[in-house]
């Protein structure tokens, strides 16, 4: 259950049944914490907020969460911190923050990263699916070189944020994308593999015929040794520097 992943045997595309492809939840799974808040955090500061705004923020997404508030609404409201910002300068601050993530050795979760890099070289497509949004991924998929990146689109008028979200993706937002790129690219989703960390992540796992859990998450552990799904367990605190090229 806890042995890394080897893809290599599967092939990146067998006859008759299309290529495959890795499909990689990125908060939690990819990252060690969550981008939307890391981000959100180097953002306030960026515009002279003290750190007691954030921490005071993040409390109340998580008060809200903890008392039943499903993640596709908890998105909505942390999106609200973006009303009347310049789409430009968000992306602009965005590539700032990645910069001072890759400085440090602790963005990248060791565990779901090393199952991305054996995906890498066995030549498959790889997606990112996640319930960020592109000012945080745009530049870390640049990064890790992925195919394609599947997020929440926040709605922006007249290069504005208003605070609204048009796309969540979270949840079966995330199996529904991925079968639509399937069939976009002609992907075998029954050749393919799936990543994640939280039971938000179910309805991907199971649109994929390889589902790996990535973590140590009680309520994905269960599932696991109910369904018999791989499960990557956390690396070892020792083993977690990370370099900053992929």
């Known amino acids: 259950m806890g042995e890394p992943v080897d893809p290599s045997g599967a092939g990146g595309g067998n006859p008759g049944t299309g290529p495959r492809a890795a499909f990689f939840d990125v908060d939690g799974t990819l990252t060690a914490e969550p981008t939307i808040f890391r981000f959100l955090e180097y953002l306030l500061a960026a ?32 999106f609200r911190n973006y009303a009347g910002l310049a789409a430009d300068l ?30 890498a070289a066995a030549g498959d497509l790889l997606v990112l699916v996640s319930g960020s949004f592109s000012a945080c991924l745009d530049p870390l998929s640049r990064h890790l070189a992925a195919d394609e990146t599947i997020c929440t689109q926040p709605e922006i008028r007249a290069g504005t ?43 991907l ?36 520097g990370l370099p900053t090229s992929p």
């Open 47 to 78: 515009q002279g907020h003290p750190p007691s705004a954030y921490e005071r923020e993040r409390r109340r997404l998580q008060t809200m969460t903890t008392a039943g508030l499903p993640r596709s609404r908890a998105l909505h409201m942390y």
């Open 90 to 119: 968000v992306a602009e601050v965005g590539e700032a923050w990645f910069a001072s993530e890759l400085r440090g050795a602790d963005l990248f979760n060791p565990t779901g990263l090393g199952a991305f890099r054996r995906h």
């Open 161 to 203: 944020y208003t605070g609204r979200i048009t796309v969540s993706m979270v949840g079966q937002s995330k199996a529904a994308a991925v079968a639509r790129l399937a069939t976009e690219r002609g992907i075998s989703v029954a050749q393919s593999w799936g990543y994640g960390d939280h039971i938000s992540d179910l309805p």
């Open 205 to 240: 796992l199971e649109t994929v015929g390889h589902p790996v859990i990535v973590g140590d998450d009680r309520e994905m552990v269960a599932l696991a040794g109910r369904r018999g799904w791989t499960r990557l367990p956390p690396l070892p605190p020792t083993l977690g």
